[in-house]
Structure formats: C-alpha cells, structure tokens
C-alpha cells in the first residue's frame, strides 16, 4: 500500500491561501485605482495587468527567475542581506500570485464598473473622503463580484504549475505542491501517488465551484415582464439606497430625517 505523503497538500493550501490574500489587495487596489482613470495609456496598464494571463507559465516562471535570480536586480538586492527567493516557499507565493493576479483584477474592476456612479457622487458631494467612499459604499456594493474574484485567485493559485517549477523547483516537503507532485509521481511510475494527489486537488476545487456557482444572483425583469422579478431589483435597488443614505445621514445629521423618509417611502413602493 502506498504511504500518502501530505506535504503537498499543506504547502499547496499555504500558497494558496497566502497568494489569494495578497493577491485580494493588489488586484483590489489596482481595480479601484484603474476604474477612476480613462485614456489611450489605460490600454498599455490593462496590457501589463493582464499579461500573465495570455502568456505561458512557464514563461512567467522565466521572467521571475530573471527577476529574482542571484544575477537578476531583486536578486542581486535580496543577495546582499543574505536572502534568497528562488527555490524557496516564498517564491511559490511569488509564482501563485502573479498568475491569480489578473483574475482577481478583473472582476473587481467589473463589478466596481457596475456601482452607480451617482452614489459615489453624492458621498464625495457631502465631504466623504475618497477612501471612506471606497469603504463604505463602493466597496459593499461591489462585494459579489469580489468574492467571485478572490475564489477564482485561490482555484488558480492551487492549480499553479509551470511558473512554480521554474521559479521554486520540486523540492519535496518545501516547494513541491499537489500539481509538482502529480506531475514527477507520473514521471516515476507511481500512479497510486499520483491518484492520491488528484483526488486531494478535486477535494479543495469542489468548494471553489460550488462558491462560484451558487453565489448573491439578482434577478430582474424578464421579457414577460414579472411582477416578482421586478419588486426584486427594486428590492435591490432600495437597499443601495439605503446604504447610501446611512452614510450621508452620518456626515450630515441635519438630513436624517429626510433620508429616513425617502428610504422608507422606497422600500413601501417597493414591497
């Protein structure tokens, strides 16, 4: 009977883990950041942001193994106190990231795209600051597509192959995570090992699907035009309202009352 070796496992769950929580406030932060800007040089950053994901792993892999290897310029400053990325943990990290990144940065910039400009308006118009606007408006109303980003970084950072064995390697028990290990496991003919490893991945990816496909839907009027459909996105529609409203009411205590009404005469019509 083959003996299970679990390292692959942990340290694919603590890549993943770690990628998709950095990769969460990077691609987060550049959607934000990305969706306040226009222009012809928008393209060349939307070109940047979204290149690991037209290129080959294993070229991404090249590129960071020139970026931090012992002649490359991050290598060469990590060097001189003594650190080292490439053929480490961190740089399975590294490799994870880099990959999930346009993932998570895609989705969030549609669905900050789809918040009504009008609410963001309104609060910068009261003298909320850009970054409590972010918070507490933008940031709530644009959270579904969010958490569809950040499952979809963790599913592509636990699938992670070519850039992690160019730039980490497979060192069993420090970097070989479930995909290295299937990978070398076919190679020495092991298949039992190789089965054991990606029946744990369709373990981990399950979850992944399911919080994909069964996520906040919104429904709204169809072409036979129900009644039920449209007192759900007018529903919807009220609750925004309602969020909004709470943060004016909090800058301006003197409109309290006023929004309290308008809000409850919305969520009467609408009910």
């Given at each position: 009977?083959t003996?299970v070796?679990?390292?692959?496992?942990?340290?694919?769950?603590?890549?993943?883990v770690?990628?998709?929580?950095?990769?969460l406030?990077?691609g987060?932060?550049?959607?934000a950041?990305?969706?306040?800007?226009?222009?012809?040089a928008?393209?060349?950053?939307?070109?940047?942001?979204?290149?690991?994901?037209?290129?080959?792993p294993t070229?991404?892999?090249f590129?960071?193994?020139?970026?931090?290897?012992r002649?490359?310029?991050?290598g060469?400053?990590l060097?001189?106190?003594g650190?080292?990325i490439?053929?480490s943990?961190?740089?399975?990290?590294?490799?994870?990231?880099i990959?999930?990144?346009?993932?998570?940065?895609?989705t969030?910039?549609a669905?900050?795209?789809?918040?009504?400009?009008q609410?963001l308006?309104?609060?910068?118009?009261?003298?909320?600051?850009?970054?409590?606007?972010?918070?507490?408006i933008?940031?709530?109303?644009?959270?579904?597509?969010?958490l569809?980003?950040?499952?979809?970084?963790?599913?592509?950072a636990?699938?992670?192959?070519?850039?992690?064995?160019?730039?980490?390697?497979n060192?069993?028990?420090?970097?070989?995570?479930?995909?290295?290990?299937?990978?070398?496991a076919?190679?020495?003919d092991?298949?039992?090992?190789?089965?054991?490893?990606?029946?744990?991945?369709?373990?981990?990816r399950?979850?992944?699907?399911?919080g994909s496909?069964?996520?906040?839907?919104?429904?709204?009027p169809?072409?036979?035009?129900?009644?039920?459909?449209?007192?759900?996105?007018?529903?919807?529609?009220s609750?925004?309202?309602?969020r909004?409203?709470?943060?004016?009411?909090?800058?301006?205590?003197?409109i309290?009352?006023?929004?309290?009404?308008?809000?409850r005469?919305?969520a009467?019509?609408?009910c």
């Amino acid at each position: 009977m083959t003996t299970v070796d679990w390292s692959p496992i942990w340290i694919s769950l603590a890549t993943s883990v770690t990628a998709t929580a950095f990769t969460l406030v990077t691609g987060l932060a550049a959607a934000a950041w990305r969706e306040r800007r226009s222009g012809p040089a928008m393209a060349l950053v939307d070109g940047i942001f979204l290149l690991p994901l037209v290129l080959p792993p294993t070229v991404v892999g090249f590129f960071l193994l020139l970026l931090f290897g012992r002649n490359g310029p991050i290598g060469k400053l990590l060097f001189r106190f003594g650190a080292t990325i490439v053929f480490s943990w961190p740089a399975t990290v590294i490799a994870a990231s880099i990959v999930a990144f346009p993932l998570m940065y895609l989705t969030a910039r549609a669905a900050l795209e789809q918040v009504d400009p009008q609410f963001l308006q309104a609060a910068r118009t009261l003298g909320a600051s850009e970054w409590r606007v972010f918070r507490e408006i933008a940031l709530p109303l644009a959270w579904p597509g969010v958490l569809a980003g950040t499952i979809l970084s963790f599913a592509r950072a636990l699938g992670e192959f070519g850039a992690t064995l160019m730039i980490a390697g497979n060192i069993p028990g420090k970097t070989a995570t479930i995909p290295i290990a299937i990978y070398f496991a076919v190679e020495a003919d092991d298949i039992q090992r190789a089965i054991a490893c990606v029946r744990s991945t369709w373990l981990f990816r399950w979850p992944c699907w399911a919080g994909s496909t069964t996520g906040p839907t919104r429904r709204v009027p169809d072409a036979r035009g129900g009644r039920g459909a449209e007192r759900c996105h007018s529903k919807s529609k009220s609750r925004k309202l309602w969020r909004t409203s709470r943060l004016m009411c909090h800058l301006q205590p003197g409109i309290r009352r006023s929004a309290s009404l308008d809000h409850r005469a919305r969520a009467k019509a609408c009910c």
